[in-house]
C-alpha cells in the first residue's frame, strides 16, 4: 500500500525538548510550590522511563521521595505540579527555548507539498504541542496536521500503542498505509504495536535504547544513514516505508537502513 500519511512523535522527535525544555518546567514547578525537589539531567533520564508528565510525578513522589500523604491529596498535588509545569514549559517554548531537530521542517514541508497527511501521536500535553508548532513552524502550523493525538485525546501513555490506533482510526487509513517517527523505544513500541513501521531518530536520552525489526534508526532527518552529507528525502522514507517490515512480518532488513 502506498505512503499515505506521516505520523510524528513529539517530545525528543521534533524537537529535542526534554533537557532544556520539560526538565526545566518541572523544576520551576517545584519551587514554585516551595518544594526542594530537584530533577538533574541525570535523575531525569532515569525518571523518561514513566511516560507522562502526571505519571513521572507520581512516580518520584512515591519511589524517590515517600510521600505519606493521602491517595487524593497526592493526586490533588499532582495535578497542581503538573499544571505548573504546563505552564512554564509553554512559556519557555514560546520564547523560543525549543527549536526543531535538523530536517523535520524540510520534511514536513516537503510531505506537505506532495498532498500527504500529517498527523502527531504524543504522550505530551496538547497545549504543549500547539506551543511548539506556533513557536516553530508558525502560527498556521497545528493546522497542517490532520489528527493530534496526545494526553488529552489518549489517556494510555506509551508503550501502550493506543495514541497509534486512535490516529489511524480518525486518519480513516491502515497502518499499511503511514509511517511514524519516533526518538525512544517506548514510541517505537507503541507505534509498531499499532502495526505501523518506524523510523527512529534517537535523542541522547535515547541513544541506549534497543529498537525492534519493524524499525530504521536514522542520526537525524537531515543525515541520510548511507550518505549523511545529505538529508533524508521523502522519496527515502516511501522507499523504507515499503522495504521495511510490519511488526507482525518476518524480520527482512530494510537495504538501505542502519539496523535499528
Ligand atoms: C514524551 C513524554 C511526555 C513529556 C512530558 O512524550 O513522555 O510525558 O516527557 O510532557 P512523547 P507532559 O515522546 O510521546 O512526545 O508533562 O505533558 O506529559
Ligand atoms: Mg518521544
Redesign the pocket.
Known amino acids: 500500500m502506498s505512503l499515505q500519511a506521516l505520523i510524528f512523535?513529539?517530545?525528543?522527535?521534533l524537537a529535542d525538548?526534554?533537557r532544556d525544555g520539560?526538565r526545566v518546567a518541572f523544576n520551576a514547578a517545584f519551587a514554585e510550590h516551595g518544594l526542594d525537589w530537584h530533577w538533574d539531567e541525570a535523575l531525569y533520564g532515569e525518571l523518561?522511563q514513566v511516560?507522562?508528565?502526571?505519571e513521572?510525578l507520581a512516580h518520584y513522589a512515591r519511589a524517590h521521595r515517600a510521600l505519606t500523604l493521602a491517595d487524593d491529596e497526592l493526586a490533588a498535588l499532582l495535578r497542581r505540579l503538573?499544571a505548573s509545569?504546563?505552564r512554564h514549559?509553554v512559556q519557555r517554548v514560546a520564547e523560543g527555548a525549543v527549536r526543531l531537530r535538523p530536517g523535520v521542517a524540510r520534511l514536513i514541508r516537503e510531505a506537505r507539498r506532495e498532498g500527504l497527511r500529517l498527523a502527531i501521536a504524543?504522550?505530551?500535553?496538547r497545549d504543549?504541542v500547539i506551543a511548539l508548532l506556533r513557536a516553530t513552524l508558525g502560527e498556521d502550523a497545528p493546522h497542517w496536521f490532520d489528527v493530534m493525538g496526545t494526553?488529552q485525546e489518549v489517556a494510555a501513555?506509551?508503550p501502550d500503542p493506543a495514541v497509534y490506533r486512535w490516529v489511524l482510526e480518525r486518519l480513516g487509513l491502515d497502518a499499511d498505509a503511514a509511517i511514524a517517527f519516533e526518538?525512544?523505544a517506548h514510541?517505537v513500541t507503541a507505534a509498531t504495536a499499532a502495526g505501523l513501521r518506524c523510523l527512529v531518530t534517537p535523542t541522547d536520552y535515547s541513544a541506549g535504547d534497543a529498537f525492534g525489526a519493524a524499525s530504521a534508526r536514522l542520526t537525524d532527518l537531515d543525515h541520510h544513514p548511507d550518505d549523511p552529507a545529505r538529508p533524508v528525502t521523502l522519496d527515502d522514507v516511501r522507499r523504507w516505508h515499503a522495504e521495511m517490515p510490519r511488526k507482525d512480518a518476518p524480520s527482512v532488513r530494510p537495504a538501505r537502513a542502519d539496523p535499528a
Open positions: 512523535d513529539v517530545d525528543g522527535t525538548t526534554e520539560h523518561l511516560a507522562g508528565g502526571v513521572r503538573h509545569k504546563t514549559y504524543t504522550t505530551t500535553t504543549n494526553a501513555k506509551k526518538d525512544s514510541g
